[in-house]
């Protein structure tokens, strides 16, 4: 009511260009009014008008106009205005602008809000988790193309703000977008009066904001920078990641890994402070699957108890082949997956894996099964254990199951990791208990396998 | 013989201080006259006369000098000239003087050779392997106290010199003392007369030479610094270490703890240029200890094969049994060997350690063994199985069998690395197969006895 007697007043203000006396006017006005009020003016007009309000006013009555009205009043404010604005909004509030907004505009706006309200804004406009977007920092120095160096060193020198490195600076052009990046210390040795949008430095390396943040570590190794900036699609610039953010997460990552490798989910804390129940929930699940697919060697065993009973000495080498396996596949798979955190195998590499492991454990597999012969035979000549009057046909059993059985561990560790990222899953999730599980099942089948074809006639 | 003759003219030379003149005898004469002739002058001339030599048989001259002659000269030479000597030096001779040398004067002279030849000598000066003072560059903006900032800032733009990163200057005493690190934006900032001596950065910090590089890795993470100054234990500094170069260390030591953990020794170089008889080299002894290890399960069965051969049903579920304990084991040992890899754990704490593998170890055991229990029994009651009329028993077996196992694994897996840190050798060697070597066949004996304690009187 009030603001409809009011409003022919405050046209004549307008109009008349009163804005002492429009302030005053708007002051006792109701937040939705003077949002009414600011939508039915012109364009020119939104600013001017929204500008007479006081800041924590102003965020009420943005909150209240309808979003094309929101996104053009954005466009005619200053960025230290907007950030004002857009973080005294509700979150639901902001990314439902936000959502609106052209992304490089949402984007830049998101990173100008203070930290602890753009965690939120930034997990909801959908950065993927572990991304270069959620590590980066907005607080970098920004320099427009056209000052001269000495402006820009001026600028650097008056700037109070809480900055995450000073040793790179950015020049950005009027829409954002990243046009150079700077040494501090080219700024520094250039002629004062040179633009410093015609500076050379060195070649421009930036990353999306999407990018994982594993590929990030590797960017840092390949450039040698100690910042790099990171662009949106449109290559306007959201933010900064420093050297030393990277030496986190390149350690967080290696022990996510470890921790997978070693057959467990990875500990989100530290191994102390992480408690017994959190512990269990991670080991629990894992082990117990491995209980699962172990418990299929209780199967495979049963299968072969007539075996068993027939060649008793069997029994005896069970445990040392299939461990013989488990070993030479968990050698592998821990080199496999480190190679492909490195970077250093890439997906059409697995056959040249195949084919080196495929040799390998046939070397390393000759070369167990020869030990594994030969134990047999200077055990029985000792007279140290009595094989039966075919030690020789058991040691030949012995010798071709752990060739088998250590080929079986390589190809398996070598491959279960390509599978695994093929799939879309975490190849460290290819540990070596997994394989080590697969491994002893099929080893034993192969172990029984071998033992019916040499032995039979004679023990079976 | 022309030495003698001329030395009386060269005497009168010095004494006209005819520099010109002795300057063209000297020219003539062999470099271990000359070299004589320097040792019989006066301390404070030999500096003069030496000068005079032209660059290359200075360096000759200098080698042919008594030891305590090479000293007085080298404190009486300015820092470049004394480069130009000492890397002219075969790197014999350079190691006799550095080594007579006071520690500070000779770690700044190494750090001023050229890279070729400062490699050389660096390892001879003892700096251990993958140590900080291996892994610095003595490329960096060295600032004198008493400097202004005008002057320092003027002195940085002039530089064309190698410089690894400008990022941040250091000042240092007439010693060579580190006594203050500046970031270049802070001296940017300063008033331009205050001295550089008297400015007010941040906390100093730096990194003793011979610290290990994973220690260094853990400096650059807590003070989020891009650079390090390293000094020798006098705190003369002799390098920069960047954040970029620590990447690349905590990478490489990961990789170590990832091959370790998967029981090879660390490769060299990345898997696929890894030569096939290098990784045979570096899987095969690994292997091979493993396989014997493993092979006193053969023993152990053979032990108990009397048991066997009365109940035969036991040998069925020793791969079951056996691997769980070592899947328990590998998740145990990856979690502690990580967790001191990253410092989390001091070796004081592994009672603490104990206790939470107890506890977690009783808790996974008793899922585990609970369940094998149950699966005896649906087995036996579906009729998928027959474990004969005492499957009962031999349930309750399996059951304690598993908790017994498991909480071996765990224990195992906990204090392996403990011991091994004590001993001086690498935690991560003890992986997750030697720990499942060793709890297979704590295992068996574990199973067997429990066995001989609920069977007696029914099967055995």
Do not use: C
Request: net charge negative.
């Amino acid at each position: 009511m009030i603001a409809e007697i009011l409003q022919p007043d405050l046209r004549l203000l307008i109009d008349a260009r009163d804005w002492d006396g429009l302030r005053e006017a708007l002051e006792d006005m109701d937040p939705s009014d003077v949002a009414d009020l600011i939508e039915k003016l012109p364009v020119d007009m939104e600013g001017i008008v929204f500008r007479l309000l006081p800041s924590a006013r102003a965020t009420a009555v943005f909150s209240q106009l309808e979003l094309d009205h929101q996104e053009d009043l954005l466009r005619s404010l200053t960025s230290e205005e907007t950030l004002h604005l857009v973080g005294g909004m509700t979150p639901d509030d902001r990314v439902r602008l936000l959502d609106e907004l052209p992304t490089g505009v949402s984007r830049r706006l998101v990173m100008m809000l203070p930290p602890d309200k753009r965690n939120d804004t930034t997990a909801l406009l959908g950065y993927p988790e572990d991304s270069a977007g959620r590590l980066m920092t907005p607080h970098f120095v920004a320099l427009e193309p056209q000052w001269t160096v000495a402006r820009a060193l001026r600028h650097i020198r008056a700037l109070k703000e809480e900055i995450e490195t000073f040793n790179v600076v950015y020049v950005l052009d009027e829409q954002g977008r990243l046009v150079r990046d700077l040494r501090l210390v080219a700024l520094l040795k250039a002629s004062p009066r040179q633009r410093v949008g015609r500076l050379e430095d060195r070649a421009l390396v930036s990353v999306p904001a999407t990018m994982p943040r594993e590929e990030l570590v590797e960017q840092f190794k390949k450039y040698d920078r100690v910042a790099l900036p990171v662009i949106d699609s449109h290559g306007v610039m959201l933010g900064i990641i420093t050297a030393d953010d990277v030496l986190d997460v390149q350690a967080e990552e290696s022990t996510e890994d470890i921790h997978k490798m070693g057959g467990t989910q990875a500990l989100d804390e530290p191994y102390l402070e992480t408690s017994f129940f959190s512990i269990l929930h991670k080991r629990g699940p894992w082990l117990l699957l491995l209980f699962l697919g172990q418990s299929v060697t209780a199967s495979v065993m049963g299968h072969f108890e007539g075996e068993l009973a027939s060649a008793l000495v069997l029994a005896l080498f069970v445990p040392l082949i299939i461990s013989s396996g488990g070993n030479s596949g968990s050698q592998t798979t821990s080199l496999v997956i480190r190679a492909m955190a490195l970077k250093e195998l890439e997906p059409g590499d697995w056959w040249k894996v195949m084919a080196r492991e495929l040799s390998t454990g046939l070397a390393l597999g000759a070369m167990l099964g020869g030990l594994g012969f030969a134990r047999i035979v200077a055990w029985q000549k000792l007279g140290w254990t009595d094989y039966g009057e075919h030690y020789l046909l058991v040691g030949a059993t012995v010798l071709l199951s752990l060739l088998g059985v250590v080929l079986l561990g390589t190809l398996a560790g070598a491959l279960l990791p390509f599978g695994l990222r093929r799939l879309g899953l975490d190849p460290a999730a290819a540990s070596a208990p997994f394989v080590a599980t697969l491994v002893d099942v099929l080893g034993l089948i192969l172990y029984f396998s071998v033992a019916f074809f040499i032995l039979r006639g004679t023990l079976l």
